[in-house]
């Protein structure tokens, strides 16, 4: 069936490996428990859910201010799949039956008798009032809540001592238990170490003992963030990658740090394409196994806590971390992945819309159809972590999945920027740089600011894209014109470049404020917005005199961060997790119809018009009776091969690491 389906998402980065049972306080051996419950689930229609469209995240349903705001581009690119790097998802026009989802809102149906995707499901971004009508319904007065208390709260904690199995293990191996793929990452024995590695003061929680202490095995990475889980949408993370215990030891079958760094490094030339000829096999035990351009070896985890912002945070302070980053004691989401089958580019297939998902719903974890297990855990109504429904793991699978052959076969996701379905480790800072705790950019507090002024300073510069050869952030800010993927501005982020941008400075024009008198009025604006935000990094003011990022541009203010948390608590209290995580109060503009006559499309009965400024909830589709039947028809006004276009673009920076100057 025709495939065109327009996805963004989140997200995101995760796994988890079996790993060995006690032997001693400093090694431990590699049999795998036999009494483990198989990982057993169920096919299943994703029609069953009340949104069958949980894997279109609300970022794909914005409005592109007339092309002039493309963050399409950075989840809809052919480049990884060109290049056949971990990826077989060419969205923006290599493969005929995805089509380009940068030019067009294609979202294709499960089927004929299913409700449209081109209904935008996100009923607590585009409809924040109903959200609200449900707080009033439960007696819940949001103006009593502390949320400087709520977010320093560590429920992490909590979460991990329901873990049943062994301390090793990320898999308690029990049949039913809704914490059975729950990471094996004790966040007391956080932050990791100055190399990364996460020790602990638990013996029976550590698979050896180095020089340095009893290492668990997963190693902190520290990368490029950008658009989803930033200072500025109210959500930050921290990310830990864990090999085979076989990576982790030499050929005697010994223990070696040596070896495992070896190891983690020869994999992150996999995956950022830049393996020498000579690179064709792992270090130690596991040199047998051949390296995989572009994918992780099996058993591979990653375990992914997606923290609220605290421009306060004080979690990490210790360990000689000078760079403590933004994130609070507080999670919203423990997120996993383990690698359980090893699939390749060239096995990749068209994939049916109909068909079904596999998933256990007792034991809160899906299959992302590319050869991972995905579990998550999210806060429920008092904030403690429970297990995500398969519903709520179904919107992981809109970012961390891929088309590859199944048997039986069954429905498949994602995007064309991940490689081998993970987001985070292609944008990995270089060598030991990139192997540390998540501090977005090494964020440093401003101890004088007050509650309304930026709250910290950057501490790192803008790193070259290897492919654009431009500044990450940089490429970001020129075809977003925004601090995220839905094309939204932070008042404080707003203030800063209208304070820059001036005549005054030197700028063709002084940077104007948005207006919605008319869609000409608009049109003019965005078109000047563009072109200015362009003048304004090629003239590197977006850097201060370190050569850093400007600070106002990457970390909102304590308000706007207490802000954002006491929005995102809302769908906390009411548990409408399924109908959007993402609450602005406001509707933001993007979601709003100013179109033109020349430009202009009507709701899904192809009758009725919107009026200018209406919020935009549903767009026309494919009414022929076709295989095209379904589909949206409507274009986002992204110019191909325009100024603002990008076919592809990959994820990954230069190496050896470059900062613009």
């Not at 090793?168 to 932050?191: E, Q, V």
């Not at 709701?603 to 009026?611: E, F, G, L, Q, R």
Request: aromatic content about 12%; proline content about 5%; overall charge negative.
């Amino acid at each position: 069936m025709y495939t065109k389906i327009l996805l963004f998402m989140s997200g995101l980065f995760f796994l988890a490996c079996g790993n060995p049972s006690d032997t001693s306080p400093m090694q431990k051996n590699d049999s795998i428990s036999t009494s483990k419950a198989p990982m057993t689930g169920a096919f299943r229609s994703r029609t069953l859910f009340e949104n069958p469209y949980a894997n279109i995240p609300a970022q794909c349903y914005i409005e592109t201010s007339y092309g002039t705001q493309n963050a399409c581009l950075f989840c809809h690119s052919n480049a990884a799949a060109r290049k056949a790097l971990g990826n077989t998802l060419p969205q923006a026009g290599l493969d005929s039956a995805i089509g380009n989802l940068q030019l067009d809102y294609a979202f294709g149906p499960v089927n004929s008798f299913a409700v449209s995707p081109n209904k935008n499901p996100w009923e607590n971004t585009i409809f924040p009032h109903k959200l609200d009508e449900e707080l009033q319904k439960l007696d819940i007065n949001t103006s009593e809540w502390d949320m400087k208390t709520y977010i320093k709260q560590d429920n992490w904690q909590e979460a991990y001592n329901k873990k049943q199995g062994e301390p090793t293990h990320s898999d308690s191996g029990i049949k039913d238990d809704p914490f059975r793929l729950f990471p094996a990452l004790n966040p007391a024995s956080l932050p990791a170490d100055s190399d990364g590695f996460v020790r602990t003061q638990n013996q029976e929680e550590a698979l050896f003992g180095d020089e340095i202490g009893q290492n668990t095995g997963w190693r902190s990475i520290d990368f490029m963030p950008y658009g989803i889980f930033t200072p500025h949408s109210g959500s930050v993370s921290g990310v830990y990658i864990r090999l085979d215990s076989k990576f982790m030891k030499d050929e005697s079958g010994a223990f070696d740090l040596q070896i495992y760094k070896t190891n983690l490094s020869l994999l992150e030339k996999a995956i950022q394409d830049r393996l020498q000829t000579h690179e064709l096999y792992y270090a130690g035990l596991a040199r047998d196994t051949k390296i995989d351009r572009g994918l992780f070896p099996l058993k591979t985890e990653f375990a992914h806590p997606l923290h609220y912002v605290d421009v306060d945070a004080d979690m990490y302070s210790s360990h000689q971390n000078k760079f403590p980053g933004l994130r609070a004691n507080r999670v919203k989401e423990i997120r996993y992945m383990v690698k359980y089958k090893m699939f390749y580019p060239g096995e990749a297939i068209s994939k049916d819309e109909d068909a079904p998902l596999y998933y256990n719903s007792k034991e809160t974890w899906i299959d992302n159809g590319a050869g991972w297990w995905m579990s998550g855990f999210i806060e429920d109504a008092e904030g403690s972590l429970r297990g995500q429904t398969s519903e709520e793991l179904m919107q992981c699978v809109g970012c961390h999945s891929s088309t590859y052959g199944f048997e039986p076969e069954h429905f498949t996701s994602g995007t064309g920027n991940t490689i081998d379905t993970v987001w985070s480790f292609a944008r990995k800072f270089a060598d030991d740089s990139g192997w540390g705790e998540m501090n977005y950019l090494r964020y440093s507090k401003n101890l004088n600011a007050k509650d309304d002024e930026t709250s910290g300073f950057a501490n790192m510069g803008d790193p070259l894209n290897r492919e654009a050869q431009m500044g990450e952030y940089r490429y970001f800010l020129d075809h977003v014109v925004g601090a995220s993927l839905f094309g939204d501005m932070p008042k404080s982020m707003e203030r800063y470049l209208h304070s820059v941008i001036q005549k005054s400075n030197g700028y063709s024009d002084t940077m104007p404020s948005l207006e919605f008198s008319s869609v000409s009025k608009l049109k003019e604006i965005q078109t000047l917005r563009l072109k200015l935000i362009r003048e304004f990094t090629h003239k590197k003011d977006y850097l201060d005199k370190n050569r850093y990022i400007q600070s106002a541009l990457l970390y909102p203010t304590r308000s706007e961060s207490l802000d954002a948390a006491a929005g995102y608590k809302k769908v906390v209290v009411t548990q409408r997790y399924t109908k959007g995580k993402d609450y602005f109060g406001e509707v933001p503009f993007t979601f709003k119809y100013y179109r033109d006559t020349n430009e202009s499309y009507t709701h899904m009965d192809d009758i009725t018009p919107y009026a200018i400024g209406d919020i935009i909830t549903d767009r026309p589709y494919d009414k022929s009776e076709t295989i095209l039947k379904g589909v949206g028809t409507t274009p986002t006004l992204i110019i191909e091969n325009g100024d603002n276009y990008d076919s592809e673009y990959l994820p990954i920076l230069q190496y050896p690491q470059i900062f613009e100057k």
